[in-house]
T-cell receptor, first 117, second 114 residues
Framework: GAVVSQHPSWVICKSGTSVKIECRSLDFQATTMFWYRQFPKQSLMLMAT?????????EQGVEKDKFLINHASLTLSTLTVTSAHPEDSSFYICSARDHASGGNEQYFGPGTRLTVT | AQTVTQSQPEMSVQEAETVTLSCTYDTSESNYYLFWYKQPPSRQMILVIRQEAYKQQNATENRFSVNFQKAAKSFSLKISDSQLGDTAMYFCAFRVTNTDKLIFGTGTRLQVFP
């Protein structure tokens, strides 16, 4: 089946620093990947849609300069949280669609827990 | 705008029993997909079941089945013969056909008791 990995699974960083999270589709090519944010005991909120070879599309209210997304290849998208602050602490989840197979599901990564101290 | 509503924040069921999780949605679109995702304590999102809106037949996947009422915009999930491993958060989700955006409900926390 389609597998999506994320790295790291958890990260602690100091306020003011930047942290990069990787999302990889392991056994399929994903022209589109998605980044979600999930607060404790809440639902997933789409932050942005990452398109291979072009700029990401951000949802309303998401700061594109703070959450930098790069989708340089068909199997890798990265989310960089720049100048992180404690309020950026959250669970970040990526997903990808296997367009080649015509699939209609999004396959989710295992998530990355970010703690900013 | 599309919205997905899950009115049950928490549910509990005894092992081997049946439980139904509710989901309603609002949309003016006629072609769309509906999903139920499971998020166990590991936080890994797992697709449980999918329904295409153009199909009248309710989807089933082993112990999981849905009751899709298109006119009522209702999409409930029935879990039969509940197992301890079914304990998780369950999210109902919606996506318009030929678009990528998944819209999630607020989730229902299901606890299965032995």
């Amino acid at each position: 089946g389609a597998v999506v990995s994320q790295h790291p699974s958890w990260v602690i960083c100091k306020s003011g620093t930047s942290v990069k999270i990787e999302c990889r589709s392991l056994d399929f090519q994903a022209t589109t990947m998605f980044w979600y944010r999930q607060f404790p005991k809440q639902s997933l909120m789409l932050m942005a849609t990452s398109n291979e070879g072009s700029k990401a599309t951000y949802e309303q209210g998401v700061e594109k300069d703070k959450f930098l997304i790069n989708h340089a290849s068909l199997t890798l998208s990265t989310l960089t949280v720049t100048s992180a602050h404690p309020e950026d602490s959250s669970f970040y989840i990526c997903s990808a669609r296997d367009h080649a197979s015509g699939g209609n599901e999004q396959y989710f990564g295992p998530g990355t827990r970010l703690t900013v101290t | 705008a599309q919205t997905v509503t899950q009115s049950q924040p928490e549910m509990s069921v005894q092992e081997a029993e049946t439980v139904t999780l509710s989901c309603t949605y609002d949309t003016s679109e006629s072609n769309y997909y509906l999903f139920w995702y499971k998020q166990p304590p590991s936080r890994q999102m797992i697709l449980v079941i999918r329904q295409e809106a153009y199909k009248q037949q309710n989807a089933t996947e082993n112990r999981f089945s849905v009751n899709f009422q298109k006119a009522a915009k209702s999409f409930s999930l029935k879990i039969s013969d509940s197992q301890l491993g079914d304990t998780a958060m369950y999210f109902c989700a919606f996506r318009v056909t030929n678009t990528d955006k998944l819209i999630f409900g607020t989730g229902t926390r299901l606890q299965v008791f032995p």
